[in-house]
């Protein structure tokens, strides 16, 4: 099951270095990046409804919904943010770069979010290895970002 697993974040890896080179050849046939941002999500919210409707997804119960934690609704958010974000580096610093620096911000803010057990997840204390981890991709990404 973690092989599935593993395979699965790669995937989604992937899809992340993907997504910032197609959106940022949309950024150039619209007159403002947001626009673009807009597109993009206004696809996946298609993608993601037809998902629901294909497999029968239950209905939502709305009143369960409404009891949700107000920053469990800035999903969206954090999601446009990034987007908008990748378009504006990706064409300076290129695909790869980009993606390293986001790598090393992505496993910084998880550290916290694991150690802490912030919004509602399970607390991982931060370790000796995972430190020595962190420092690692540190010093990996100072080597991949020298031009």
Known sequence: MHALLYLLAVV???ATAVQA?????????VPV???ATLISFS???IVSLAYCLITRAPVIQWSRLS????????????????VWSSMTVAPKLGIAQMVTIVLFGQMLTALVVDHFGL??????PLSLTRGLGALLVLGGMMLFTVR
């Open 21 to 29: 080179a197609v959106n940022t050849q949309l950024k150039g046939h």
């Open 67 to 82: 009891e949700a934690p107000w920053w469990a609704w800035t999903g969206g958010t954090l999601g446009t943010l990034f």
């Open 119 to 124: 919004l509602g997840m399970q607390a991982i």
């Open 43 to 45: 696809t996946g919210a």
């Open 12 to 14: 989604a890896g992937a």
């Open 33 to 35: 990046p947001m626009q």
